[in-house]
C-alpha cells in the first residue's frame, strides 16, 4: 500500500536524524505483540527480552546520534491496550534511547482531530500507518515529498501540546 517505491523499512534504514512517529489510537491490540498483550491481560510479569529487537535496533540508532521519538493522543480512562503500550513498551523503549511524550485530550479538545497515524524521518519523508477499528495494521502509505512540510507541522503542534510521558505517566500511570 505504498505511492512510492520507498517502503517504512527503507525510511528506517536510511534516516539521516530523526524519526518521529504520531499515535492516536487506544487500542493496536490487532498489530503484534498479541501474545504479550494477553501475558499482561493475565497479570503476568514483563519478560526479560519483550521488545529485544526493537529496543536493539533503537539502540544502534540513537548511539549514532539519531533521534527517534513519538508523540501519543490519549484520553484517560486509559484503555487496557494503552496501559500495556505505556506500562511495558514505552518503558521499555526508553531503555533503546526513544523519547515519548503523550498529548491528554482528557480535559482539553485534540489539536490533530483526523489526522492519521505516521512516521515522518527528517522532516522530508512521511509514511501514514493504516489500521482498521480493531487496531489491525494494514500497512503503511509513503506519501510524496511535498507532503512531509504538513506533516512537519502536525509534529509541531503535537509536541508543542504534550507533555514528556515519564511526567505524565508519573502522575497518571497505573
Avoid at 549514532?64 to 521499555?92: A, C
Avoid at 480535559?107 to 509514511?127: G, K, Q, Y
Amino acid at each position: 500500500m505504498t505511492t512510492s517505491s520507498r517502503s517504512l523499512g527503507d525510511l528506517f534504514d536510511t534516516f539521516r536524524c530523526e524519526a518521529f512517529r504520531l499515535e492516536t489510537l487506544d487500542d493496536y491490540s490487532g498489530s503484534g505483540n498479541v501474545a504479550a498483550y494477553k501475558a499482561f491481560l493475565a497479570g503476568e510479569p514483563q519478560p526479560e527480552d519483550y521488545n529485544a529487537h526493537w529496543v536493539e535496533e533503537l539502540r544502534a540508532h540513537t548511539e549514532r546520534g539519531k533521534r527517534v521519538y513519538r508523540v501519543h493522543i490519549l484520553s484517560r480512562p486509559l484503555t487496557d491496550y494503552l496501559r500495556f503500550e505505556l506500562g511495558w513498551g514505552y518503558r521499555r523503549n526508553m531503555s533503546g534511547g526513544e523519547e515519548f511524550f503523550i498529548l491528554d485530550t482528557t480535559e482539553n479538545p485534540s489539536p490533530l482531530e483526523h489526522v492519521p497515524d505516521f512516521w515522518l524521518f527528517d522532516s522530508e519523508s512521511v509514511a501514514v500507518m493504516n489500521y482498521d477499528s480493531a487496531g489491525k495494521f494494514l500497512g503503511s502509505e509513503v506519501l510524496p515529498p511535498e507532503r512531509a512540510a504538513e506533516f512537519a507541522r502536525y509534529r509541531d503542534a503535537a509536541l508543542a501540546h504534550a507533555e514528556p510521558f515519564t511526567a505524565w505517566w508519573a502522575e497518571h500511570g497505573t
